[in-house]
């Protein structure tokens, strides 16, 4: 089962907007992760957020994360066209096996 | 070039017949993984393997199985296909959680499988 759920499905901005995707969660974490998908290709790494940590940056990239609410959110600034892509949170449950479980993902459409 | 790498990249087969696909790292990780991806399902783990010697099952390993022949070696074969077994399949490595690493994944470029 899907422990990370994507909040929009998807997301249709023009160049130069921001672009904020959400992602909820069920159990406790130990960190969470956001990647990227283009079209039909291998995911990418993006960022990664600990279970500590409250805000992480890497260059037009901010993560956020509530573990109270058990949500995070990703802000992309200043968004391109080369942004447009799939994005997906993993979150590595607190007590488990290590692996990773993927939410479903938002895909998002940059408009030139 | 490539430092996870699978192949075939793209592979039409029939119902029954028995299918093969395999991952190759040069990462030098000892984690390794396959996925399958459907539209609108996200990333579902079917086996990951933790070392040589160790096979796991994922979330949908029925119909599937693995073998882990080195360390940078990880093959994922569907012993008799099915048409509902058509999609995409990624593997990815990590190293395990430490003082570097935090379990992030590298992924291949994946096998699009279609069974007919």
């Known amino acids: 089962s899907q422990q990370g759920e994507e909040d929009p499905q998807a997301l249709s901005i023009q160049e130069g907007e921001n672009a904020t995707m959400n992602c909820s969660y069920k159990?406790?974490?130990?960190?969470l992760q956001w990647y990227r998908q283009n079209s039909g290709r291998g995911l990418v790494h993006l960022i990664l957020?600990?279970?500590?940590?409250r805000e992480k940056h890497s260059g037009r990239l901010r993560v956020t994360l509530d573990t109270s609410k058990k949500s995070s959110s990703l802000l992309i600034t200043a968004s391109r066209a080369a942004d447009t892509a799939s994005y997906f949170c993993?979150?590595?449950?607190?007590?488990?096996?290590?692996?990773?479980?993927f939410g479903k993902g938002t895909k998002l459409t940059v408009n030139p | 070039d490539a430092d996870v790498t699978q192949t075939p990249r793209n592979r039409i087969t029939k119902t029954g017949k028995r299918i093969m696909l395999e991952c190759s790292q040069t990462?030098?990780?000892?984690?390794m993984y396959w996925y399958r991806q459907d539209p609108g399902l996200g990333l579902r783990l079917i086996y990951y393997?933790?070392?040589?010697?160790?096979?796991n099952k994922g979330e949908i390993s029925d119909g599937y199985s693995v073998s882990r022949q080195a360390q940078a070696k990880f093959s994922l074969s569907l012993e008799s296909a099915i048409p509902n077994q058509t999609a995409l399949y990624f593997c990815?490595?990590?190293?395990?959680?430490?003082?570097?690493?935090?379990?992030?994944?590298?992924f291949g470029p994946g096998t699009r499988l279609t069974v007919l």
């Open positions: 990815a490595t990590s190293d395990p959680p430490g003082e570097s690493s935090y379990n992030e994944q590298f």
């Open positions: 159990t406790s974490i130990n960190n």
């Open positions: 957020i600990r279970s500590n940590e």
């Open positions: 993993a979150t590595d449950k607190q007590g488990g096996s290590e692996k990773l479980v």
């Open positions: 990462k030098g990780h000892d984690r």
């Open positions: 393997s933790f070392d040589v010697k160790d096979i």
